[in-house]
């Protein structure tokens, strides 16, 4: 899917453990998708994959139209990645961060700083732009990385369970602004284990034991029950 992501077929092992089984789905730009999955789910796996930690034998994955096995530079230059695990540096400020990434990027020099402007405006967060990132609390380090991941402009923007660690408050902040960016074009995919995440609206896509068991609007997947009951039903009813 031109500017969206899109899988098909992907299997994954780690020696006899089977953790994804014929994974298929198409995310369209402009929109919100969750990927929901509790422990163990394959979530990571896929994850992985995406990014290139880890290569599939079997399946395709296409990045905003571009093969990530025969066009893998072209696949990965059109991917923004948050990671679960923190990677900026603290006693670096928010603009040195962004522009140090930029930098080990090859983004060209002369547009960097207003390349950083425009990231950091996106996520609310230029004020902030000369602080040093160990003096910004847990949410405001997460939408740094967010607008890092921004920079080079990417058209799919994977993150990894991206509020693990933050008070409800940024918890409800970063789920707004990456709405925001799904609303400016983007195509996301926020992987997670927790179901108020998910709005009403979102494409959803349930992972459970390596295998898709649900693709679709929010909404119509959990019908006239609260999406945590729907998924915890589920999810028990199959294991
Ligand atoms: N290196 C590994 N070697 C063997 N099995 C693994 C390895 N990594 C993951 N697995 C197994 O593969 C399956 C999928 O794991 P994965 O970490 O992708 O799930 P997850 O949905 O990300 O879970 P979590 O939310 O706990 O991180 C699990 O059964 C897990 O035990």
Not at 37 to 46: D, E, R
Not at 51 to 61: D, F, N, Q
Not at 118 to 140: F, I, Q, S, Y
Request: hydrophobic share 40%.
């Amino acid at each position: 899917m031109q500017d969206g992501l899109s899988v098909k077929n992907l299997s994954f092992s780690y020696g006899a453990k089977q953790a994804l089984k014929q994974v298929s789905f198409d995310l369209p730009k402009g929109r919100f998708c969750a990927l929901l999955g509790p422990n163990g789910a394959g979530k990571s796996t896929l994850v992985s994959l995406l990014t290139r930690l880890l290569v599939a034998p079997k399946g395709e994955i296409r990045i905003a139209g571009h093969d990530l096995r025969g066009e893998a530079n072209a696949a990965l230059g059109a991917l923004g990645v948050v990671f679960q695990q923190p990677t900026l540096d603290l006693d670096l400020t928010v603009r040195q961060n962004l522009a140090y990434f930029a930098a080990l990027h090859a983004l060209p020099r002369k547009g960097i700083p207003a390349r950083i402007d425009k990231a950091l405006d996106r996520l609310g967060m230029r004020e902030r732009a000369e602080e040093k990132v160990r003096t910004l609390n847990g949410g405001h380090r997460r939408r740094t990385e967010l607008a890092r991941a921004l920079l080079h402009d990417p058209k799919v923007l994977l993150l990894d369970e991206p509020t693990v660690g933050l008070d409800a408050a940024s918890r409800m902040a970063i789920t707004a602004h990456v709405h925001d960016l799904a609303d400016q074009g983007l195509c996301i995919l926020w992987t997670t284990h927790l179901t108020d995440e998910v709005r009403d609206d979102d494409r959803l896509l349930v992972l459970h034991q390596g295998q898709i068991m649900a693709d679709g609007c929010t909404g119509d997947i959990r019908g006239e029950r609260s999406l945590s009951d729907w998924f915890l039903e589920q999810t028990e009813m199959a294991s």
